[in-house]
Each structure stands twice: as C-alpha cells, then as structure tokens.
C-alpha cells in the first residue's frame, strides 16, 4: 500500500512519528533500516483512553487499561518522506480489532546537537 503524501516544499526536515503495536517493533526497525534509516529513536508508550478496547474489569469494577506500543520517531528529508511512511505501514499494522496505532508527520524549523551545538541539517539519517 503505498501512499502519496504531497508536500508544497522540498529539501526540509521531517519528523515521522509512528505509535505501533510491540509485536511489530523488529519488522518495523527493519523496514526503516532497509531503506538506510538507521538513527531511530524508540520510547516505550502507552495509550490510556476511553476506547472500546481499553475497558475491563478488575475485582467487578469498570477499568481502563492502557495499552503498552512503542513510539519510533525519525527525523528525515521530506524527500524520504514517502518511502518511510510506506515502510512503517506495511510492516506496523496489525490487523487486530480496534488497533488505532497512528503515523504522524512534522515540518521541522531546526534541531541542533546538544554536545557540539551544530545544526543537524538534512544529514541527520
């Protein structure tokens, strides 16, 4: 499934931030590594809402659960754009009822290593 993301600029920074499902985590850091992303931030999340399927019962009272995903954040050339999207898409997805896991995409201004105080730029992957 490839999808077609039309941007009105050219040559910025991007961030890709996807929340995916535990189980997907290996096919997804390989798909991004294939496609030569290998910087990738990884952070244990988790998803606490009202949703149908984070409703239980413990000890016959109504819970909500928060469901455990990890985040992956990339940050790349909006060129790249495309071609992550699609990577993260086709190796996230889990096709389990009511799984809402998302892709979110950011223009970025600026970001700048924090020992050498250098503009990361379009170099950053």
């Known amino acids: 499934m490839r999808v077609r993301i039309s941007w009105h600029k050219r040559g910025f920074m991007v961030k890709v931030e996807a929340v995916i499902h535990p189980s997907r985590l290996d096919e997804v850091k390989a798909a991004l590594d294939r496609i030569g992303i290998t910087n990738v931030l990884l952070t ?13 019962n413990y000890r016959g009272c109504p819970v909500i659960i928060d469901l455990p995903r990890w985040k992956v ?3 790349i050339s909006s060129l790249q754009v495309e071609e992550v999207v699609d990577a993260i898409l086709c190796t996230g997805r889990t ?7 998302t892709v979110a995409i950011f223009e970025l201004a600026d970001a700048i290593r924090i020992n050498s105080r250098r503009r990361v730029g379009l170099a950053w992957s």
């Open 73 to 75: 954040e990339v940050i």
């Open 44 to 56: 244990q999340a988790q998803i606490h809402g009202d949703l149908p399927e984070t409703r239980g």
């Open 95 to 101: 096709e389990l009822p009511g799984d809402q896991d």
